[in-house]
C-alpha cells in the first residue's frame, strides 16, 4: 500500500468512449503525475501538477485530458482514444514539485490498465 | 504494473546469490539518479537514490554505484530473494526543475 489509490484497476473501452481514469493519494502531497507504460516503450511522462498547477504537458494529445480539483485528486479524461492508448497508466505523487532530490521519490499507484478497442 | 511484450534485458539469478543490474545515461547534466524496482501487477517502488557528489550508497541488502566517468550506474543486490524477482529502473534527474527520465529497464528473475 503506497498511498496512492488508482481506479479503475481495469478498462476496455472503444474508441468512441468516453472514461475517466482516477488517481487519489492519502500521503499529503503536492505534486502529482500521470505516467504511460506501454509495451514498447519505457514509462513516459504525461503531465505534472503542482499545487494543482499543472506545471508539464509532455506534449501528449489532446484525447488525453487532466484535471487536478485539488492536491489529493487527479483525474485523466479520455475521449476518442486509439488502439495504441492501450496501457497501463500510472499515477504518482510526490511531496512536491522541484529541482533534483526533493522531487525525487515518486509514490506511485498500482496503474490503469486500459484497453481500447 | 507488468511489462509484458517489451523487450528487456534479463538477468537470472540463484536464489542467495548477488545480482548486479546496471544502467547507462547518456546526459552528463544528470545529478540524482534513483532505483525504482517494479513487481508484477504493482507501481514502480523507490529503492534507493544517490546524487552526483557521490559514488556509492549503501541501503539495506542494496548498494547503488555511480561512474561518472563513463555514465554508469549500477544496483547491486546482495544475497537475492524470490522477492527481489521485478523490473528494475534507473531514473535520472538533470539540474534544475526537470522529471525523471526512466530507462527501459531490467527484469531480474530469481531461481530457487
Known amino acids: 500500500e503506497t498511498g496512492v489509490t488508482q481506479t479503475p484497476r481495469h478498462l476496455v473501452m472503444g474508441m468512441t468512449n468516453k472514461k475517466s481514469l482516477k488517481c487519489e493519494q492519502h500521503l499529503g502531497h503536492n505534486a502529482m503525475y500521470w505516467y504511460k507504460q506501454s509495451a514498447k516503450k519505457p514509462l513516459e511522462l504525461m503531465f505534472v501538477y503542482n499545487f494543482k498547477e499543472q506545471t508539464e504537458n509532455n506534449s501528449v494529445p489532446s484525447r488525453f485530458s487532466p484535471e487536478c480539483p485539488n492536491s489529493s485528486h487527479l483525474f485523466l479524461h479520455l475521449h476518442t482514444l486509439q488502439p495504441e492508448d492501450s496501457a497501463l497508466y500510472l499515477c504518482?505523487?510526490?511531496?512536491?514539485?522541484?529541482?533534483?532530490?526533493?522531487?525525487?521519490?515518486?509514490?506511485f499507484g498500482e496503474g490503469s490498465r486500459l484497453t481500447v478497442l | 504494473g507488468e511489462s509484458v511484450g517489451l523487450h528487456l534485458p534479463t538477468l537470472s539469478v540463484q536464489e542467495g546469490d548477488n545480482s548486479i543490474i546496471n544502467c547507462a545515461y547518456s546526459?552528463?547534466?544528470?545529478?540524482?539518479f534513483i532505483w525504482y524496482k517494479q513487481e508484477s501487477g504493482k507501481g514502480p517502488q523507490f529503492i534507493i537514490d544517490i546524487r552526483s557528489n557521490m559514488d556509492k550508497r549503501q541501503g539495506q541488502r542494496v548498494t547503488v554505484l555511480l561512474n561518472k566517468t563513463v555514465k554508469h550506474l549500477s544496483l547491486q543486490i546482495a544475497a537475492t530473494q524470490p522477492g527481489d524477482s521485478a523490473v528494475y529502473f534507473c531514473a535520472e534527474v538533470s539540474s534544475g526543475n526537470t522529471p525523471l527520465v526512466f530507462g527501459k529497464g531490467t527484469r531480474l528473475s530469481v531461481i530457487a
Open positions: 546526459n552528463s547534466a544528470s545529478d540524482y
Open positions: 504518482a505523487s510526490s511531496q512536491e514539485f522541484l529541482a533534483g532530490g526533493r522531487f525525487g521519490e515518486l509514490f
